[in-house]
């Protein structure tokens, strides 16, 4: 449904969607991207002129916090109300455009223009925006680097729960937001406001100061996992359930999940649930691979369960159940 003519229509030609705290995001073919979901901390993107989208503000206030605001269909985000002059970047008449990737953390979103260069909106008490500030914000800011210069050339984006992350196209990854579990992988427990690059980690085949040649990263609550071109998985940041010990990856909260490119399915991590799949409720500091599902395409670890795709197009979910969101008909995990 879309609201932002006066009118409910749908939503067509979908490339991409993301669902993160209460909120989700969704980017459309044609490069607009649409929110909807809780609003309290900006984490939609709307600005504070609400004019330019026809007054359909559906629960939403010009305040940036505040619990009772949200949005109960998909709108269009549009650029920050401060701004007098159209943002770099591909951002024109109000709206932003060129997008070529996005992401809903806990309570912030990131998004990724088609020219490599970043934005963000919603809670910043982390430094979780990437602005060089710790503010929060209703309207997408532009990501900086650690030199306060605007972040360039990048090629994905992620968010986390309170941090993010972007690979660039010469395959540095850079990290911002809380770091109190070392999830950032600068070598530090400081948060930031600006992306840094990660360090390299303790390898002996490792050269230079910085992790290099990554192909894509997944963001959790206190995990970072990331994968290099030569197929090797690096992970950092808490560890308590074995969570920080290949096609594609997905870990949030204290579990992990690795899918390979021959469709098979790797687990490790927090089992409390019956997360990782195994039938039993023993965390597990080994990655294990979970032999009762083949030919996966896709996977995704929510907070206390998890989901795969197959090639033959069936949905397979585990873990807790006590509000059926796994999806069958017994209320159980």
Known sequence: MDLNNGRATQIHSIVSISAGGDSSILVRGDGTVFTFGKADNGQLGYGENLTANKGEKDNISDSKVNSAYHKT???????????????????????????????????????????????????????????????????????????????????????????SATVTRGSNLYMWGNNASKQLGDDSATTKSSATRVVKGHNIHETGDYLSNITAVSLGNTVTTAIKSDGTVWAFGTNSSGSSGDEGKQQLRFHSMILTNTGSVYVWGHNEENTLGKDDNNNSSEIEKLESIKNVISINAARYNSSAITSDGKVYTWGRNDEGQIGNVNVAS
């Open 73 to 163: 269909v998909p709108s269009q985000v549009i650029n920050r109300s401060d701004d007098d002059i159209t943002l770099d970047g591909g951002i024109t008449n109000t709206y932003m455009q060129n997008v070529a990737e996005a992401d809903m953390g806990s309570e912030h979103s990131v998004l990724l223009v088609n020219n490599g260069l970043v934005y963000s909106t919603g809670l910043g008490t982390s430094g979780q925006l990437g602005n060089g500030a710790s503010d929060s914000s209703d309207g997408y800011v532009r990501v900086v680097d650690s030199d306060g210069n605007y972040l360039e050339n990048a090629v994905n984006v992620s968010a986390g729960y309170n941090q």
